[in-house]
């Protein structure tokens, strides 16, 4: 299950009166996909719909919609815990390569995985700025990144990409 997945249900047991547009709002899901989850939820049986009147439903998560997300919900986590983990022992590997006495780079604009990194900085008791502006960045610093995207940008600089192995990970477990 999907992180949006978890989202649309999650919104659900909070308020069974939401109506598909307000999902999409909280949830950041477009109207299409939203759609497209109630629809998978209801087959599942893990979503029932009432309808309220000629234009209004209500979508009420089932025992079994409960039991899912919790399901989901501690799969994520799990998923999440390792990908910590291996970013962590990616940190640690480029620490022993460059050294503990400097001053990372962090550059990418995803704040979830910035502020996990800087969690396992802060823990490790590595320096670290975070920079955004290429133009910004002495070449003699080493740039941790985390989106692949973004490796164009960083020619010419000492760069490590953080989620290589995670991304080696997934791939051989999936």
């Known amino acids: 299950m999907q992180d949006n997945e978890i989202l649309i249900l999650e919104e659900l047991e909070k308020n069974s009166n939401i109506t598909q547009r307000g999902l999409s709002e909280k949830t950041g899901l477009s109207l299409g996909?939203?759609?497209?989850?109630?629809?998978?939820?209801?087959?599942?049986?893990?979503?029932?719909?009432?309808?309220?009147?000629?234009?209004?439903?209500?979508?009420?998560?089932?025992?079994?919609?409960?039991?899912?997300?919790?399901?989901?919900?501690?799969?994520?986590?799990?998923?999440?815990?390792?990908?910590?983990?291996?970013?962590?022992q990616n940190i640690e590997r480029i620490i022993q390569t460059y050294g503990r006495n400097r001053t990372y780079v962090l550059f990418g604009k995803d704040k979830e995985m910035k502020e996990i990194i800087e969690g396992i900085l802060k823990e490790l008791r590595v320096n670290y700025i975070t920079e955004n502006d290429v133009e910004k960045i002495e070449s003699t610093n080493v740039v941790l990144y985390w989106n692949v995207e973004d490796k164009a940008k960083l020619e010419g600089l000492k760069c490590e990409f953080l989620m290589e192995y995670y991304s080696n990970y997934f791939q051989e477990k999936h």
Do not use: A, Q
Request: net charge positive.
């Open 33 to 88: 996909m939203v759609n497209i989850l109630l629809k998978k939820f209801i087959k599942k049986g893990f979503v029932k719909i009432e309808r309220l009147n000629s234009k209004s439903f209500r979508y009420i998560l089932t025992p079994e919609g409960f039991k899912e997300k919790s399901k989901k919900t501690i799969e994520y986590m799990k998923i999440y815990y390792r990908r910590t983990l291996l970013i962590k």
